[in-house]
Every structure is written in C-alpha cells, then in structure tokens.
C-alpha cells in the first residue's frame, strides 16, 4: 500500500503532493513501483494534527480518486468522515481506511451498503491529543480487546467479515515500547483477519536510528519486511520499490 498524503502537514511528505498533478504523478510513480494499493489521505493524523473541514478533505481527496480510476490499482481513502467515505465509494473507492474504527457518528451507515474493503485500527484518544499521555495498559491485551469489539461491531451491522481488515495503530498513541511489543506479537493481533501494518518513518523508528522521518528509508523497510515476517498482510509504506525489492528477497527465502 502506497502512501499518498494530499495535505500540507503530513508528518514527512506534507506539501509534497498537495497539487493534483504531482499527487497524480507520485501515484503513477508508486503504481510502476509495485504497489498495489494507493492510500489517498486528505487529513493529516500526525500527532498533535488538527482536523480539516469537510469540503477541504473532499477537494483534497476526491478529484484524486476519479483521475485514478483505470490504473489497475485498488483505491483506498484514509477518512474518518462520514461524507468524505460517501463521496469517495460514489467516485469509485475500493477501500475506506478509517483511524477511528468507523465509530463516528454514521460512518457505518456510510460504508454499510458498498462491497468496499473496510480497515479498522485502534487509536488511543485522537490525533490532536494521543501522544499526551499514550495509555498505560497492555498494549496487546488492549489492541486486540479494541480490535475485536469494533470488528463484531461491522459484523453485527451486516458487514461481511471478507470486507475487513484490522490494523494494531502503530504510533497512534502508544509509547515506543508499546509499539515494539505489538510488533513482535503481530500474529496474535490479526484475529484472522488480514492485518495493515503501517511502520513507514514513524517516530518508533527514529527513535532507535536518530534519523529524521525523510532519511528513515533503511529502517522502514526492515521494519516492512518484519511486520510480514510476523503475519501482516498489507504493509503501508512511503518508499514502494525498495519494500517490494526487500520483500521478493524475503519471498525468496521462505521458498527456498
């Protein structure tokens, strides 16, 4: 899954891709790349972020997804809103990707209808104030307790559970050690759903290699290839080629 942030504030590509040509060439970019998803997010969900106003996170988003239908690739929108997942389904999305575990207030109702593949994550508190205090508790007893109530929560709603995903939350509101322990443990948290791992250039990362999030390409691609090695199905990432040249290697090893 490439990343495709269209905000100005994003944590390490903000601004890059702001204008519709450069967001549409980046993603042609990551397409020749590998990827096979491209997740376009209107909002920055940075620590600390401040929400957008709906029709900015529509100009933002959906202009993107019509001018990327016909590139062979699924379209994911990364929107907690509810008429942002309305606009997106109608423009031809194929998957809504929701920080908030589609608890807003009709987003359920928003995505009930479609077929499109739905990603819930757990996050403590919001963007604006989860690195504050991150919460005390086990983290994997926590993630998957979270987890598992908001997945049953689109069961109960009509949801088949082929449309789900599950993503632990990396960096949203956890500590560093938090972060690394759901890593390590990344098998038990998927539930038997196909598990998102999003690690790209996160602060867990910069932490241990004192780099900055632009020159944490070598970490992110370990951190990548790791989450695989542990079960996930889907890895989020800023660099495309270089996680898909450290993946074949990876495949590679696993046949042998």
């Not at 996170?57 to 509810?82: C, F, H, M, N, W």
């Not at 599950?166 to 038997?192: T, W």
């Not at 598990?195 to 602060?203: C, P, V, W």
Request: aromatic share 6%; proline share 4%.
């Amino acid at each position: 899954m490439g990343i495709l942030n269209t905000t100005p504030d994003s944590f390490s590509d903000g601004g890059r891709y702001a204008n519709l040509d450069d967001a549409i060439r980046r993603a042609e970019v990551m397409i020749l790349d590998g990827a096979d998803i491209i997740d376009i997010g209107g909002e920055s969900t940075r620590p600390f972020a401040l929400p957008v106003s709906l029709d900015e996170e529509l100009d933002r988003t959906i202009p993107l997804v019509e001018k990327l239908q016909g590139y062979g690739v699924a379209l994911s929108v990364d929107t907690s809103k509810p008429d942002v997942m309305k606009a997106a389904l109608a423009a031809g999305a194929d998957m809504i990707n929701d920080i908030w575990a589609f608890r807003q207030p009709g987003a359920l109702d928003a995505v009930r209808a479609s077929d499109c593949a739905l990603c819930v994550m757990h996050m403590h508190r919001d963007p604006s104030s989860m690195q504050d205090a991150p919460f005390v508790d086990n983290a994997i007893e926590a993630v998957i307790d979270f987890l598992s109530r908001h997945v049953d929560v689109l069961l109960e709603a009509g949801i088949q559970r082929e449309r789900i995903c599950v993503d632990p939350g990396f960096g949203f509101g956890k500590s560093v050690d938090q972060n690394y322990a759901l890593l390590k443990h990344l098998k038990k948290l998927a539930l038997g759903y196909p598990l998102l791992a999003g690690l790209s250039r996160k602060s867990m990362l910069r932490d241990k290699t004192g780099r900055s999030a632009l020159d944490s390409l070598s970490s992110s691609v370990a951190a990548a290839v790791l989450a695989v090695d542990r079960g996930a199905s889907i890895v989020r990432v800023h660099d495309v080629a270089e996680t898909r040249d450290a993946l074949t290697i990876w495949e590679a090893l696993m046949a042998a």
